[in-house]
């Protein structure tokens, strides 16, 4: 099967990429040419830029795909875009959305994907709901063929995962840790959380591709392994050899310190759920996630350590987190 890949060389969309090939999926990427080192041995790159449209218009006038994949929509004029693009040139059109589109606080702990999609604290999820609305009104009115993919909070060799972190220098938390610096932890530590391994995730979606019974349908693709904010420290301080030194401040205090944690907290991370992944098990047989949060946090850490260029420290943050640590500590001494 002919397959396009919009981005394919990210966080997430790497594994896919890789397992897609492996699995003789002829696969087309499309990107800018950011990220070459990722891209797989197998795969086919299509240079451009899908926000200009005369080049994309070019590029894609006489090409038809069995299976397009869009991993890089963000609001629902990009969905607008593709459907203009893609009408009649795909046999499904797979958008990957994100699970923060569920209702939060959630009203119930365990999430599917007949939950309700409402999150207006984070314009992130907002313009997701949005995209996913437009594509299922393309859908029932027009028959456009798509399906609609969830991932929640994933991670790979190139990333360390916690609630309070820098994404763009991931290395971060492992340096306060080795310099014996606290790590501020949402709440008391104890809410449920799902981390997902992108290996994992791409088993899931690369069992997708091609399967018409999906069309319409939605899916969130996750571990079933669930673990409080704590455990998660705990694990990445044994993967590294040092106790972490954690401190629990709540998240409104930590939002107000750090403004730009108030969404993804109180939009995601600070909510306690389980996701239910009974639906992918049934379209995918055999789906199922594997890599443990232990043993893919050891896999980080040792990619890491390997690429030191990639131990980069956020030290804006860390005067951040320095700051309001000194502050609640300040507080709780003078109760």
């Known amino acids: 099967m002919k397959v396009l890949f919009i981005g394919g060389t990210g966080l997430i969309s790497t594994a896919a990429s890789k397992l897609a090939v492996q699995q003789g999926f002829d696969l087309y990427l499309l990107n800018r040419g950011n990220r070459d080192t990722f891209i797989p041995e197998g795969a086919t790159v299509l240079r451009g830029d899908i926000h200009n449209r005369d080049e994309m218009e070019s590029l894609l006038s006489n090409s038809h795909f069995d299976i397009v994949v869009n991993w890089i929509v963000f609001h629902k004029e990009d969905i607008e875009r593709d459907i203009n693009y893609f009408t009649g040139k795909t046999n499904q059109y797979i958008f990957i959305s994100t699970a923060a589109t569920y209702q939060r606080p959630p009203a119930y702990y365990i999430l599917d994907e007949s939950t309700p999609q409402h999150n207006p604290g984070w314009d992130y999820a907002v313009n997701k709901i949005a995209c996913e609305e437009r594509l299922i009104r393309e859908y029932r009115e027009k028959g456009f063929p798509m399906t609609i993919v969830r ?41 449920l959380w799902t981390i997902t391994h992108n290996t994992d995730f791409a088993k899931g979606l690369v069992g997708l591709l091609g399967n018409t019974q999906t069309l ?10 669930v673990k409080t904010w704590d455990q998660y420290l705990a694990a990445i301080g044994q993967a590294i050899g040092v106790e972490p030194q954690p401190i629990h401040i709540t998240s409104e205090c ?19 759920y389980v996701l239910d992944n009974s639906k992918i098990k049934r379209f995918v047989p055999g789906y199922t996630a594997t890599t443990s949060f232990e043993h893919g946090i050891r896999q980080s850490i040792a990619y890491f350590r390997q690429h030191p260029e990639l131990q980069t420290v956020d030290e804006a943050l860390n005067a951040k987190m320095d700051q309001l640590i000194a502050a609640y500590e300040a507080f709780l001494t003078s109760v």
Do not use: Q
């Not at 349908?217 to 392994?225: G, L, W, Y």
């Not at 930590?254 to 306690?272: H, Q």
């Open 151 to 191: 991932p929640s909070h994933t991670y790979g060799d190139t990333s360390i995962p916690f609630a309070i972190t820098s994404w763009a220098h991931p290395w971060t938390i492992i340096d306060r840790i080795l310099k014996g610096k606290k790590i501020i932890v949402p709440g008391d530590g104890t809410s």
């Open 216 to 225: 319409g349908h939605a899916f969130h693709i996750t571990s079933d392994e």
């Open 254 to 272: 930590i939002s107000r310190a750090m403004p730009e944690f108030k969404a993804p907290l109180f939009g995601d991370t600070c909510n306690s």
